[in-house]
């Protein structure tokens, strides 16, 4: 699932917000 939404960020062909995608990078 791919979002253009601002502030958010593909990672992996995941949508996840900037502020997770830190954490959250896999």
Do not use: D, L, N
């Not at 699932?1 to 959250?24: A, D, M, N, Y």
């Amino acid at each position: 699932i791919v979002v253009s939404e601002p502030g958010f960020r593909s990672s992996k062909g995941k949508c996840v917000q900037e502020s997770t995608v830190r954490g959250q990078s896999e």
